[in-house]
């Protein structure tokens, strides 16, 4: 399994109000582990106030750039978004290597035409694949945009710059919810946003690829109203940022113990653990290392193989059918239903 190294912040860019683009530099001895695909993030872990935050980041920069980018948007109750926008150059953090599955690898992406839908920070993950999708191949990029205003509006700079130098290829649609600007549209991405995108504004184009990222809402808005309009799920790719999860069992989760064999760095360990808890909760209880970042379902860090036994998962909104079929699990997700359950972090 892989483990959390130490980095040194090697610039920070303030831009906008309430978000920050921190670069990490990377050693050469670690430029292998921390090589990713556009749409990746990172995961950083930092002791604020006694306890130990882990949290994750997609990547913004392109793969030929030097060192690794975050953006962090300040939240209203976000501890650590609210601590990076004091972050300053030479500070150093404990940094997870990439992951994630919303990826653009141009070798298996057919097609010349893709369209991202993200709002907010969502835009992140997004600047990462454009830029791949732009400067290293001949494909063609829709973005469209949703913030409360421009001046919100994380990487416009950057956004626009690619316009003038690709403007033949990338076209941007901003929307913006609470403030009136020529050639943005006014409001949110809702269904008839996404129609007069899809059926008016860009109607003579067949579009290959959907990439949504930002907030749930948003997200199911966009995935219903692409599927109404007949594009197959295959051809939509999510990134949740947020998550409705209150964390609570489902009914159908019975009272009872489970015992659980733990399978972590090749190391078996034996815990017993409520059914109405969480497998991850568990685990970390019992102090076991185990990858994790989000604790909500919507990134990968703490999947795991189920070996034996059954869990039922509150949400899943990341592994496939086939995935699960062969036993992989969102442990953050998952609460037993058998008396017995055997997880594997090692064989994901």
């Known amino acids: 399994m ?34 990713f695909i ?18 994750s980041y997609s990547i913004c920069s392109a793969k030929k750039d030097k060192g690794i980018s975050v ?54 993950p997004i600047m990462s694949i454009a830029k791949e999708a732009l400067k ?35 076209s941007a649609q901003f929307v913006y919810s609470q403030a009136e600007e020529e050639g943005a549209l006014f409001g949110r991405i809702e269904k008839s946003t996404i129609n007069f995108i899809l059926k008016n504004k860009h ?4 579009f290959d690829a959907f990439y949504i ?13 692409l599927e109404d309009n007949n594009i197959s799920e295959d051809k939509i790719h999510i990134e949740h940022f947020t998550t409705s999860d209150d964390h609570s069992a489902p009914e159908t989760v019975e009272e009872g113990k489970t015992k659980v064999k733990v399978l972590i760095d090749d190391e078996e360990t034996e815990i017993i653990m409520d059914r109405k808890q969480r497998v991850l909760d568990a685990v970390l209880d ?26 039922e998962m509150v949400k899943n909104q990341i592994l496939t059918d086939s995935e699960i079929a062969e036993g992989l699990i969102l442990t953050c997700q998952a609460h037993p239903t058998t008396d017995t359950i055997a997880i594997d972090y090692d064989d994901v």
């Not at 978004?81 to 150059?89: D, G, L, N, T, W």
């Not at 416009?156 to 710059?161: E, F, G, S, V």
């Not at 109607?203 to 067949?206: C, F, G, L, Q, R």
């Not at 102090?287 to 070996?307: E, K």
């Open 2 to 35: 892989t483990h959390f190294h130490l980095l040194k912040v090697a610039s920070v860019n303030k831009i906008t109000p309430k978000a920050i683009v921190i670069t990490f530099g990377i050693p050469n001895e670690l430029s292998e582990a921390f090589t």
């Open 38 to 55: 556009p749409g990746q993030y990172i995961t950083i872990k930092k002791e604020i106030d006694g306890k130990e935050l882990r949290r």
């Open 71 to 124: 953006g962090i948007k300040e939240m209203p109750s976000g501890t650590f978004s609210k601590f990076a926008q004091s972050i300053q150059v030479g500070d150093t953090f404990e940094v997870h290597p990439p992951e994630g599955r919303f990826t653009f690898q141009p070798e298996n992406q057919k097609g010349e035409n893709l369209a991202a839908f993200v709002a907010g920070s969502g835009i992140t």
């Open 136 to 170: 290293n191949t001949n494909k063609n990029f829709l973005l469209v945009y949703g913030n409360k205003s421009l001046e919100e509006t994380m990487f416009h700079k950057d956004l626009t710059d690619l316009l003038k130098e690709y403007p033949n290829r990338f």
């Open 203 to 206: 109607k003579e184009t067949p």
């Open 213 to 225: 990222c930002g907030p749930e809402a948003m997200i199911e808005t966009v995935k219903a109203t």
């Open 286 to 311: 019992r102090d076991l290392d185990a990858p994790y970042s989000c604790q909500g379902g919507i990134c990968s860090s703490c999947v795991a193989r189920l070996t034996e036994g059954k869990v």
